[in-house]
């Protein structure tokens, strides 16, 4: 998905700043890691949700296929904290006891792990890597050298599969063959090309070297192109619209809203419902 | 102002060692370069050319840990204590890898990058970005992902980029129409420590560093980089140093005058052995050069082997080759010559019978309506079917017996390469069949082959028998392909024609694979070493192997080459014996090719005078012969090797027959 990004489809998520969505991103999982309770962050995580499918346009089947990490990792939390946690016991059987603390703590956490998840796939599936790295430097002053040496070195990982598999090729030919023959569509081959285990590790060796010379030619070559150089213009700015500026106050006062109506109705619990 | 102050480029007394190494890679070297001047940089390979480009871009000393005495100035500015960043208001460079001289995924992005870091006006970048690239003929590319573009187009890219930058920094006019009258003014009072002073008026100048720019192109992308090397020193703001291999294509049809106006010569340690106009350079210092195994234009090649001057315009020259065209093989036809008849050193002549008889033995490799394609972007493979491809060749049918060498010609993208890796078995057939048996391939980067850690190790891997014989097997590699020297070094730290050698060398090692491929074998290399890939690929021959070889050499090509397979617009466009298919100007034409002068001259001359005479005249096998005796003259001719053992223990020749 990173190594090799199929254009990001247009949206309107995926139209909005990428300073402005990662700001969002930041601010609203920081927001998060205070709440502990479980309502909050699920109602978080459906607005998330919807967000995501609606407005970045992500398709269901996919949305839920990257999410699956969050899931699983969420399930432990859960998991550990219920039979984990002192408390009331809700049920007991021998040596495993679960408790209500244990299952409202554990909801709460993997809860905010989902939520904070689903607003993580949300802007990565909508937001272009290099356009984020265009952001970054234009909008948040992030400084040219390590911007375009990011860019430059996102264009190595995109090589890196293909000469992963030149690489391969190239080594395999080398292989020492089979005996015996085989015939496959029509194709009479004597030997076949054995792989030692040892094979991964030699091609792993030279994908290294020739990335490492590759990384310092590129490295030159943007010196020699003055990078670093000041001033600097800009050819094609990224402004911060006021459509992003509007995106970002919805966002937040949403999430706002959310929180405040949680500790007005009493069900927002602070880290204090850790103790 | 005087005229070294106006110098685009001026080192004195440049030395460069690296540390621990008593021998220097550069020796005191002293060169100027004034604005709008050409200089070409000669020298067998390891003498420090590359060298010479990074102490003037500062890659050595700032990025490499190298120790440089001496001064280099830039523009009349001592720059020696400045870093690559800051000399880059004065030097562009392209670099030999245009892979990775290209950081940006689209063409435009990567030809803003150099002018956003100086400053430009942002509404007139789009307008420079089309000037620098109209300038080295590559307008077409700017909307394009560079990950989609090839070898060539890359290193045209790479190249406008170079220029993109010095037309600011240089303050040049490359900008035209569109360029801000402000700009001028500007890149003067921004330049920042010693190179400010230059930066405003008339003084300012900036030197281009082409470090082999053409080692990867077709034809019509040679044309396109001479073209874009005349118009910048035409505007006689913008020096260029040019590194470059292939001197005949690069000079074109005017020969030693189309080279760039100056010339240095390095020798193997580093040092200067000359410095000043082409043409005079080249004059006196042919022999030198040819026996040092540089690549030479014509012109000074036939007047290295001659004695003669004026190349294939000459009369006494052409009178001397076509006695060459009329003598017989015979050996003591050609040591009895009065007087600059062809040496010891002969690679074997061609033999008419030999090749003849070649159709009746049964094929070592077959190819049936084979489709060649590479997956087609994004496609996944499902189960049972095949993956869906974008074919780029599709109806091959050919055939390779033993003992022939069979040339794959074709413009960039053609799919020479797919065609080789399908061959080989690395690539799956999107149609049709291969049939035979596992052939071996070089490919064109050698590292990407490397598996051991030291020469000697490399050669073994993979190699069957017992410890002895495949010890015996190794050193006899080593010593066919002059590597004793290097046995126990590490295959990464070889010089260029060194690695291609090992590659070589180590793939052969393997007595079962009959069929030998190699893509691009005789690119980036040098004379002596080509003259050596040459002899290699005519022993394995006459040993009973096949092999193929992809290239845009087509000298190299005749010289080698049994039979010639063109390929064009997805698919074979002629196949047939070199000399037959080289005559066919309509193929040569849908092909992209374009015969070297040596070789158009030596078919000229011995053309059939009934154009319906059979293919295999004698004629034909006369021009191949003086080829080959050209190819060999103050060439060192290697060791052959001893015939080529099968797991039966007969030759793969007894076997073949």
Known sequence: MILNPAQVPDSPLARRNPTVKLAVLFLASVALLFVLDPVTPAVIYLAGFIGAAVGGRIPLRTLLAVQLPFFAFAAGVLTINVLSRPGTALWEEGPVRLTVEGLVVGAALAGRTLAIGILSVGFLLTTDSLALMTSLHQNARLGARPSYALMAGHRLLQQLPGEWAVIRAAQSVRAPLRRAGTVRQGTVRQGTVRRGPGAFGRAGF?????????????????????????????????????????????????????????????????????? | MSDTDRAAARTVDVTVRAPGSPRPLLAGVSLELAPGERMLVLGPSGSGKSSLVNVLTGVIPFSQNLSVEGAVLLGGADVSELPVVER??????????????????????EMALPLENHGVDPSAISGRIDDALGLVGAGGLRERATS????????????????????????????????????????GARGTGALGGGGGGGGASAVLLLDEPTSMLDPAGVRAVRGAVARVAERGEVAVLLVEHRLDEFAGEAGARGLPEKALVLDGSGGVVACGPTVEVLAQNAQRLHDAGCWLPLETELLAITG????????????????????????????????????????????????????????????????????????????????????????????????????????????????????????????????????????QNPELQFLGHRVRDEIGIGVAGSRDEVAEIVDRQLAVHRLEHVADRDPYRLSGGEKRRLSLAAMLAHADRPVLLADEPAFGLDRRDTVATADVFRTEAARGRA?????????????????????????????????????????????????????????????????????????????????????????????????????????????AR
């Open chain 2, 88 to 109: 880059a208001r004065r030097v562009g460079a392209v670099a030999q890898d245009p892979a990775a001289a290209v950081c940006l995924a689209r063409v435009d992005d």
């Open chain 2, 148 to 187: 989609a573009l090839s070898g060539g187009e890359l290193q045209r890219v790479a190249m406008a980029a170079a220029l993109a930058g010095l037309s600011e920094g240089g303050g040049i006019g490359l900008a035209g129409p569109t360029g801000s009258p402000a700009d001028g003014g500007v890149a």
């Open chain 1, 206 to 275: 030279a994908l290294l070297v020739q990335s490492i010379r590759r990384g310092e030619r590129m490295a030159q070559s943007l010196e020699s192109r003055g990078l670093g150089l000041t001033p600097r213009t800009v050819w094609r700015p990224v402004h911060v619209t006021s459509v992003d500026l509007a995106f970002g106050a919805v966002v937040l006062a949403g999430l706002a809203t959310v929180i405040g109506v949680a500790g007005a109705l009493g069900l927002l619990r602070g880290p204090g419902a850790l103790f």
């Open chain 2, 547 to 655: 092999v193929v070889f992809s290239s845009h050499d087509l000298r190299f090509v005749a010289t080698v080459a049994d039979r010639v397979i063109v390929l064009a617009d997805g698919g074979i466009a002629a196949d047939g014996p070199t000399v037959t298919v080289l005559r066919n100007a309509d193929v040569l034409r849908r092909a992209g090719l374009e015969l070297p002068p040596l070789v158009a001259w030596l078919l000229a001359e011995t053309a059939p005078a009934d154009p319906t005479t059979p293919a295999r005249d004698v004629g034909d096998v006369d021009a191949v012969r003086v080829l080959r005796w050209l190819y060999a003259t103050g060439a060192h001719p290697e060791a052959t090797a001893p015939p080529l053992p099968t797991a039966a223990g007969t030759s793969l020749e007894e076997a």
């Open chain 2, 308 to 443: 003669r001057p004026g190349g294939l315009d000459s009369a006494e020259v052409g009178e001397w080759l076509r006695g060459w065209l009329r003598m017989r093989p015979v050996a003591t036809a050609a040591r009895s010559s009065p007087v600059d008849g062809p040496g010891e050193g002969d690679v074997e002549a061609p033999d008419v019978a030999s090749v003849a008889n070649h159709d009746d033995r049964d094929p070592l490799l077959s190819a049936r309506s084979l489709v060649v394609g590479r997956p087609a972007p994004g496609a996944r493979r499902s189960r049972g079917r095949r993956a869906p491809v974008d074919a780029v060749l599709a109806g091959v049918d050919l055939e390779l017996p033993p003992g022939e060498v069979v040339a794959l010609l074709g413009a960039n993208g053609s799919g020479k390469t797919s065609l080789l890796l399908t061959l080989a078995g690395l690539l799956p057939a999107a149609g049709g069949a291969v049939a035979g048996a596992r052939p071996s391939m070089v490919f």
